[in-house]
């Protein structure tokens, strides 16, 4: 083994030169320590085994010209060394904005005309891992990255299922830890949760890793333990059964949306534009309106300016202290979008949301949860709220409804098939409501799971208004400490007294004994059980569903509704 037979690309020229003076470095330090007499003369020949041995950096994703800019005229991928074995951590950029911001517009914008299999909203990783995967149908035999947990993520985690499923160019996870603590040797340095795969051709199964504790992740010896699963490991990087092979159920559709996409702050008057428009008369302009923040956290009781869809002339001719104030602080910003209706349309909402104001407008409440929490906080809201675009909403003032979202069961579920950001997950429409198969119970079982759910609704609502520093995280951070049957001290308990965790606690265990019983099931379950039930009741849905027998969550209006629409998937969707 010599340093040339390990090869590399590297954009930055002066990185590219150190990484092949610390190949150097080792490879002699290895010899003087084991075989001197194999130190030959000169010492090592010259190395050309990164970047092809070329001085300057080279771009692994897309071909640059002479000057060592992107050849955007003329796009094509670049060439790789052949190599055995493919290895990287590869730049963590982002996606969406954050990448267009570091690689540039048109960078971005030529990147699907090269990678058909990495959807627009996927990260940047997930290019270096479509093109190594593509290396694994020539003389590649492993492939393995570290990436952040959000390789998970549904956009994501597509890219690795196209190979997965590629019947002529078949590969498989042979080894994979979801969720590993990245950190430098330094205190109080940010935690990065990362991902690590490893791919090989064919199919096979491989090991699963889970991290069962880290300690000492500040020094250079952090310990961490884990657990092993065998079998085939899922794009979602699990094993058992396949969540991610679950088809999207008509039962579920053209009743959620995310709420409202701004692409604006200064829809978000401040007190004194407030005062204004109040006084000029334009209250009906305004709208109450609620973020993730507020429900993670405390509802800051934030209103919001509404155009809804209105004509400019007719916004200016109505509300015309309102229009001067978006003038004043949406205009401005808007005329720096790529978007061109951004633009244009500069006082109307990036994402109005049209499909979500008309499935509230006759109800009195419906049914929201953030994208991203530690915890999974489905609640019910007034039907007068506006959400914004990171908040899913269910139009349901059903409580049945919201019970099944907040047992154990669906939580299950959703923790599955959701995917990560950082140390949250997050809560994806499409995956975790759009195939999720709800009980159809007795008349009976859906009244306790109604009076439960309800029950915990205003459980949690009289704690946060008798607690005023208590945020929803907090409040169930406390049911988190109740359920692990820790003695608590005096004054934990009397916090916990208080913010009614106990209560809370008994009625989520009662629920999710009640909507397991809604399924038919005895509980409680293992998490894995779950999965494999709801898998295979979401296949019978889908039977079901073919034949022509659809279990609605609103009959009447979603039936309405998709025919209205000509059968087509009524979800708009959320790009930025």
């Not at 990185?15 to 000169?42: C, D, H, S």
């Not at 990164?50 to 001085?55: P, Q, T």
């Not at 489905?378 to 049945?400: G, K, M, N, W």
């Not at 629920?511 to 379950?525: F, R």
Request: aromatic share 8%; hydrophobic share 40%.
């Amino acid at each position: 083994v010599e340093p040339n037979q390990f090869l590399g690309l590297e954009l930055n020229p002066r990185a590219a030169v150190i990484a092949e003076l610390v190949l150097w470095i080792g490879w002699l330090r290895y010899r003087l320590a084991n075989t001197p007499e194999a130190i030959g003369t000169p010492v090592l020949p010259p190395l050309n085994n990164i970047n092809f041995g070329r001085h300057g950096g080279y771009d692994a994703v897309i071909v640059r010209d002479e000057t060592g800019q992107p050849d955007l005229k003329n796009p094509r991928t670049p060439a790789w060394p052949e190599a055995e074995f493919i290895i990287g951590n590869p730049p963590f950029i982002g996606k969406g904005k954050d990448m267009r911001e570091a690689l540039g517009d048109d960078y971005v914008d030529v990147l699907p005309t090269l990678y058909s299999r990495v959807p627009r909203s996927a990260d940047y990783v997930m290019y270096w891992w479509d093109r190594a995967a593509m290396e694994l149908s020539k003389q590649a035999r492993r492939i393995g990255f570290i990436s952040t947990n959000s390789i998970k993520q549904v956009f994501n985690r597509a890219v690795i299922e196209s190979h997965l499923s590629d019947l002529e160019h078949p590969v498989h996870l042979c080894f994979a830890i979801h969720d590993h603590p990245w950190r430098a040797g330094v205190r109080d340095a940010a935690v990065v949760r990362t991902c690590m795969t490893v791919a090989a051709k064919g199919q096979g199964v491989g090991s699963l890793l889970h991290v069962k504790s880290e300690t000492a992740l500040e020094t250079d010896d952090p310990v961490i333990e884990f657990t092993v699963s065998q079998g085939v490991i899922h794009s979602d990087l699990s094993v058992g059964a396949n969540a991610g092979a679950a088809v999207s159920l008509r039962a579920n559709q053209a009743i959620s949306w995310n709420g409202v996409m701004l692409s604006g702050r200064g829809f978000l008057p401040n007190e004194a534009d407030v005062r204004a428009i109040k006084e000029a008369g334009e209250s009906a302009i305004l709208r109450k309106f609620i973020s993730g923040k507020d429900v993670t956290g405390r509802d800051r009781a934030r209103l919001i300016i509404d155009p809804n869809g209105m004509a400019e002339e007719i916004l200016r001719a109505k509300f015309p202290t309102s229009y001067s104030i978006l003038l004043r602080r949406v205009f401005e910003e808007r005329k720096k979008k790529r978007d061109d209706a951004f633009r244009t349309k500069w006082w109307l909402f990036g994402r109005n949301r049209s499909d979500l104001r008309d499935a509230v407008a006759n109800l009195t409440r419906y049914i929201i949860v953030p994208e991203t929490s530690v915890f999974r906080l489905f609640q019910f809201v007034a039907a007068d709220i506006l959400p914004e675009h990171r908040l899913v909403c269910i139009a349901s003032e059903d409580a049945f409804v919201l019970g099944v979202l907040l047992s154990r069961v669906h939580v299950d579920w959703s923790l599955r098939t959701g995917g990560t950001l950082e140390d949250r997950p997050t809560y994806t429409k499409s995956r975790c409501l759009d195939p999720f198969p709800f009980p159809e119970p007795s008349p009976a079982c859906r009244d306790v799971v109604r009076a439960l759910a309800e029950e915990i609704d205003k459980t949690r609502q009289i704690a946060l208004t008798a607690n005023g520093r208590l945020t929803t995280t907090g409040l169930y951070r406390l049911v988190e400490q109740v359920r692990s049957g820790a003695e608590l001290s005096p004054a934990r308990e009397a916090e916990v007294t208080k913010a009614r965790a106990r209560i809370l606690a008994k009625l989520h265990d009662d629920l999710d004994g009640a909507v397991a019983s809604a399924y038919g099931w005895t509980w409680p379950l293992a998490p894995a059980e779950v999965i494999d039930r709801l898998v295979r009741l979401n296949a019978e849905r889908a039977g079901e569903e073919a034949q022509g027998v659809v279990r609605w969550l609103r009959p009447g209006y979603q039936e309405a509704r998709l025919s209205q629409q000509g059968e087509r998937d009524v979800v708009e969707a959320v790009t930025e």
